[in-house]
């Protein structure tokens, strides 16, 4: 699919989007295991369209960054949730790329990812079977039922759940960003 609109070159960047686009490129994102930009340097997947988000799109990023890098969630926990709202939305995007973090980090294997994105069955056992279920909900039904609540209570803290829920909002936001712009 071709992007609906022209992805942005480093050089036409105004001055706040130049800032974001070094954060983005710089800092803790710098040694992806994933392209972030093309050749022409224009960044790859969601973060085009963060760069035309002004202020909301900036504060999109430093979400993204405070769940990745600054989070109570382990990250294999991080990345079973991401990977499965990425299955959900069929977001090609971030499935290629949090397959590569999660494989390259040794997390998970490829067929795992495999069968994490196939959101027709549940997946996983203990903690990690609790959380695949908290997204599945919260993504088919918008509604996580008692059970479900008192389950990932006993499996995660307090601030845990929150972040898995934040995980949940803000991949499907960057998804919709790139169905919306054909990113994806």
């Known amino acids: 699919m071709n992007s609906r609109v022209e992805r942005l070159l480093p050089g036409d960047l ?4 130049r800032e974001l686009y070094d954060r983005i490129t710089g800092g803790e994102r710098k040694n992806q295991p994933f392209a972030m930009v093309d050749a022409a340097g224009r960044l790859q997947g969601p973060f085009d369209a963060m760069l035309r988000g002004g202020a909301p799109g900036a504060a999109l990023e430093r979400l993204g960054a405070a769940l990745r890098f600054d989070a109570a969630l382990e990250p294999l926990d991080r990345e079973v949730a991401t990977l499965r709202v990425g299955g959900h939305w069929a977001s090609r995007f971030e499935v290629h790329a949090h397959r590569a973090v999660s494989v390259s980090a040794g997390l998970l294997t490829d067929e795992e990812v495999d069968a994490i994105v196939r959101v027709d069955r549940p997946w996983g056992e203990g903690r990690l079977g609790v959380l695949v279920a908290l997204v599945d909900a919260l993504v088919l039904e918008r509604d996580v039922d008692d059970a479900l609540y008192g389950s990932a209570r006993e499996a995660y ?13 803000y991949y499907a936001t960057l998804a919709a960003l790139m ?3 054909a990113h994806d």
């Open 157 to 169: 803290s307090e601030r845990q759940l929150v972040e898995a829920c934040l995980i949940v909002g």
């Open 179 to 181: 169905k919306t712009f």
């Open 14 to 17: 105004d001055e706040s989007q």
